[in-house]
């Protein structure tokens, strides 16, 4: 979790340390997912290669999207979810754009077509994409919370409200008022 504010150094780069290898971890799943879809799809099928990458590619988006909301970056910000979805979607798109374009280059402007070079190259548009996102996910999209006003610790619970007091004795009731010294001057009928 990095998130900005008045932490010493030390605190800030163990952060930023801590959130890279969560990014890492679901980073990792991922582009395990984006080879694993896009060899099985070269393997099954007649598919270009750069349209079975890009096949692959939103498959691990999806995968990713699921493992950076609920674990990489679950303490952020989680408002706004139509708002977090479509920058994630947006960024994610751009991500594709620069992950593909390097396996476009080495395919169709070198000619490096074999299994092993498409493999190569994904795997370098892969990690080109991947600072790209990292940058634009955490600024953008899964937001750090903001810092609590110096002198309020963050994870300070509130206190517990005073307690009512107990009922005491109950007062006697007041009497009755005086009857009014003035007669009615309509006598009611009697029955």
């Given at each position: 979790?990095?998130?900005?504010?008045?932490?010493?150094?030390?605190?800030r780069?163990?952060?930023?340390?801590r959130?890279?290898?969560?990014?890492g971890?679901?980073?990792?799943?991922?582009?395990?997912?984006?080879?694993?879809v896009?060899n099985?799809?070269r393997?099954?099928?007649?598919?270009?290669?750069?349209?079975?990458?890009?096949?692959?590619?939103?498959?691990?988006?999806?995968?990713?999207?699921?493992?950076?909301?609920?674990?990489a970056y679950?303490d952020?910000?989680?408002?706004?979810r139509t708002?977090?979805?479509?920058?994630?979607?947006a960024?994610?798109?751009i991500?594709?754009?620069?992950e593909?374009?390097?396996?476009?280059?080495?395919?169709y402007g070198?000619?490096?077509d074999?299994p092993v070079a498409?493999?190569?190259?994904?795997?370098?548009?892969?990690?080109?994409a991947t600072?790209f996102?990292?940058?634009?996910?955490?600024?953008?999209?899964?937001k750090?919370l903001?810092?609590a006003?110096?002198?309020?610790a963050?994870?300070?619970?509130?206190p517990?409200?005073?307690?009512?007091?107990?009922?005491?004795p109950?007062?006697?009731?007041?009497?009755?008022?005086?009857?009014?010294?003035?007669?009615?001057?309509?006598?009611?009928p009697?029955n």
């Amino acid at each position: 979790m990095s998130t900005p504010g008045n932490g010493s150094v030390l605190e800030r780069v163990r952060g930023l340390v801590r959130e890279v290898a969560k990014f890492g971890a679901v980073g990792g799943l991922g582009v395990l997912v984006n080879l694993g879809v896009f060899n099985l799809i070269r393997n099954t099928t007649d598919l270009q290669v750069v349209r079975a990458s890009v096949m692959a590619t939103a498959v691990a988006i999806a995968t990713n999207y699921l493992g950076f909301r609920y674990f990489a970056y679950r303490d952020r910000a989680q408002g706004g979810r139509t708002r977090e979805l479509t920058l994630f979607a947006a960024f994610s798109a751009i991500g594709l754009v620069i992950e593909n374009g390097v396996l476009y280059a080495a395919t169709y402007g070198l000619g490096w077509d074999g299994p092993v070079a498409t493999n190569v190259f994904k795997f370098i548009g892969i990690g080109t994409a991947t600072v790209f996102r990292f940058w634009s996910y955490r600024t953008w999209v899964f937001k750090a919370l903001p810092v609590a006003a110096p002198g309020v610790a963050q994870s300070e619970p509130m206190p517990d409200p005073a307690p009512l007091p107990k009922p005491g004795p109950r007062p006697e009731p007041m009497p009755d008022p005086l009857p009014d010294p003035v007669p009615d001057p309509i006598p009611s009928p009697a029955n």
